[in-house]
C-alpha cells in the first residue's frame, strides 16, 4: 500500500532557526513522484517542488532544502534561517504515474509550523 | 486574474438551501479536480475532469454535484448538506491527469458552514 507519513504534527521555532520537516513515504512501484506544499493561514495550497524517484540530488532554492533519500524512503524540507512568513501548514505527497486509475496524489497529514518573533 | 480562483471564499448555508461553488484556472490546463480538507484528516480527492470528462468520482454522496462546462471552468453543486460537510473546498488544475509529471495548483479554497 502506499502512504505518506509526516510525523511531526506542529513545530514552533524562533525566527532564524534553521527547521527540518520529515517526511516518510511508502511504495513498492519504482517510478514515482514525491511533492510539498505550502498552506499558509489563507488556505491556498502552493506548489513547492516536484522530485522524481530517479534523481536522488539535494535541491537548494533560496532558504528551502529538500533532502531525498531512496534509502530511508524520506523527502526532508529544510528551512534555512527561518522567517514569520513561513509559518504555515506543510504538506508532503505522493504520486504514481503507472498506478493506472490510482494516479491520484497521495497526501501526508502535514506539519504546521509557528515561526515565531 | 492569474492562477487558480474561487469563489465565494467564504459560505454559510443550511441543510435545505442548494449552492454552488465555482472555481476558475487561468492556467491552459486541462484537468480540474475537487478536493475537500477537514481538520485532522488527509485531504480528500472528490472529483477530477480531464479534458472535461469525469475521471474520478470518490465515493462522493450525491448531495455533492459536480459540472465542467469546459477545461476552464469547475462548479460543485451544493444540495441538502449535512453538518459535516463543513470544510474548506480546495479546487485544483493540472496539465493533463495522466501525464508523468503532471503537477497540481490549487486555489484558494471555499470555506463552506452547514448549519
Known amino acids: 500500500a502506499q502512504k505518506v507519513t509526516q510525523a511531526q504534527t506542529e513545530i514552533s521555532v524562533v525566527e532564524k532557526e534553521d527547521v527540518t520537516l520529515d517526511c516518510v513515504y511508502e511504495t513498492r512501484d519504482t517510478t514515482y513522484y514525491l511533492f510539498w506544499y505550502k498552506q499558509p493561514p489563507s488556505g491556498e495550497l502552493v506548489f513547492l517542488i516536484r522530485r522524481n524517484s530517479f534523481d536522488e540530488q539535494n535541491e537548494i532554492s533560496g532558504r528551502y532544502s529538500w533532502n531525498f533519500q531512496k534509502s530511508t524512503s524520506s523527502f526532508n524540507f529544510t528551512i534555512t534561517a527561518s522567517q514569520v512568513v513561513d509559518s504555515a501548514v506543510y504538506f508532503c505527497a505522493l504520486r504514481l504515474p503507472n498506478a493506472g486509475n490510482n494516479r491520484k496524489l497521495i497526501w501526508g497529514l502535514g506539519t504546521s509550523l509557528a515561526v515565531n518573533p | 486574474e492569474t492562477g487558480v480562483t474561487q469563489t465565494p471564499r467564504h459560505l454559510v448555508m443550511g441543510m435545505t438551501n442548494k449552492k454552488s461553488l465555482k472555481c476558475e484556472q487561468h492556467?491552459?490546463?486541462?484537468?480540474m479536480y475537487w478536493y475537500k480538507q477537514s481538520a485532522k484528516k488527509p485531504l480528500e480527492l472528490m472529483f477530477v475532469?480531464?479534458?472535461?470528462?469525469?475521471?474520478e468520482n470518490n465515493s462522493v454522496p450525491s448531495r455533492f454535484s459536480p459540472e465542467c462546462p469546459n477545461s476552464s471552468h469547475l462548479f460543485l453543486h451544493l444540495h441538502t448538506l449535512q453538518p459535516e460537510d463543513s470544510a474548506l473546498y480546495l479546487c485544483a488544475s493540472s496539465q493533463d491527469e495522466r501525464g508523468a509529471t503532471d503537477t497540481q495548483y490549487f486555489g484558494p479554497g471555499t470555506r463552506l458552514t452547514v448549519l
Open positions: 475532469y480531464n479534458f472535461k470528462e469525469q475521471t
Open positions: 492556467l491552459g490546463h486541462n484537468a
